[in-house]
């Protein structure tokens, strides 16, 4: 169970950064039915601990504040992450070895290198320091194309809302989807954005639209349905040539790949949180068959209906 948080500063933190994690874990949420997690934030030594943008940071705790934590999470430092100070190391790597989850958010990478955490393992950064990373720890798997990579309960995250992300995926895995959502709702973000198992998460597509809005909405609400371009092209009042152009352009990507995308969530929504067969998740998110919706989840996220139950189902689904 994911209770005890704590976030490691080093010196030139990034303060956005540092602030990602602060609210994602260092807010009391259960006055809307979300969690409340026992957030620390400690350095080296308590002190003054330096920031990218020029100011200091008062923290009152040392690295004892890590040796009870569920979570270490390291955030960005330094234009070029200099050495970690090996007192730093050790808390990490014993923090791991007794089945803590270690995080971190963009070039925080660098100290899980350090400490040896991603020898070995799939990990990213901020797309502008992974040939650096790859560089500095030539065993790391360094992906640069993804927004986090869980491998063996360290989490790394690339550059600012990417770190979000990261972070709403660990609340979800432990502490399930509606736990992850209210935090979402709270800071006014998606709650899962696009991706596999979430452990190897491509970039999403762009999922603001303007005109278009309301039919997203309309069509978000009827999946089970079926959804020809002429047909949205008629209830958008536009023709197919200037809606398929309208549509790309406020979403990124074409009709049919929206609302496959659309069907993927609602069928990771209803495995999260009811107890319906794969068959009825089918009809429901507008598949037709079993066969179909495992085809979309083994090319869009990389696994199984059946796997992806096992690994984010609520504690207590329900049925439909």
């Known amino acids: 169970m ?6 490691v500063l080093l010196p030139q933190t990034a303060p956005f950064e540092l602030g990602v994690a602060c609210e994602v874990f260092g807010i009391d949420r259960r006055d809307s039915g ?5 957030f620390r934030v400690c350095a ?4 003054v601990v330096s920031t990218k943008a020029g100011f200091g940071l008062v923290v009152e705790h040392g690295l004892e504040a890590t040796l009870d934590a569920d979570l270490v999470i390291v955030p960005a430092y330094g234009a070029d992450p200099a050495p970690v100070p090996g007192p730093v190391l050790e808390a990490l790597r014993a923090a791991h070895a007794r089945g803590a989850w270690i995080m ?6 660098f100290a899980l290198g350090e400490a040896g955490l991603l020898d070995g393992r799939a990990c990213t950064t901020h797309w502008m320091h992974a040939e650096a990373l790859a560089g500095r720890f030539p065993t790391a798997r360094v992906d640069a194309a993804v927004l986090y990579v869980e491998d063996g309960r360290v989490l790394t995250s690339a550059g600012t809302a990417a770190g979000i992300d990261a972070s709403l995926y660990l609340v979800r895995r432990e502490l399930g989807a509606a736990a992850a959502a209210v935090v979402a709702r709270r800071m006014v973000v998606p709650p899962h954005r696009d991706g596999g198992q979430a452990q190897y998460v ?14 997203l909405a309309w069509v978000a609400e009827h999946l089970e349905d079926e959804h020809t371009v002429p047909d949205l092209a008629a209830r958008a009042l536009m023709s197919e040539r200037t809606f398929a152009r309208r549509f790309r352009a406020e979403t990124g990507t074409t009709p049919a790949a929206w609302i496959t995308r659309q069907r993927v969530v609602r069928a990771q929504e209803l495995l999260e949180r009811t107890t319906a067969g794969v068959d009825e998740i089918a009809r429901l998110a507008g598949f037709g068959t079993a066969a179909v919706l495992r085809h979309h989840f083994a090319r869009t996220l990389g696994t199984s209906p ?8 609520c504690p207590e689904p329900q049925p439909v």
Request: net charge negative; glycine share 6%.
């Open 2 to 7: 994911l209770h005890r948080v704590t976030a």
């Open 34 to 38: 979300g969690p409340a997690f026992d």
């Open 44 to 47: 080296q030594e308590p002190g």
């Open 104 to 109: 971190s958010i963009c070039s925080g990478a």
């Open 202 to 215: 491509d970039t999403p597509l762009p999922c603001d639209a303007d005109t278009l809005a309301p039919l």
């Open 306 to 313: 059946q796997a992806y139950r096992r690994t984010f189902a």
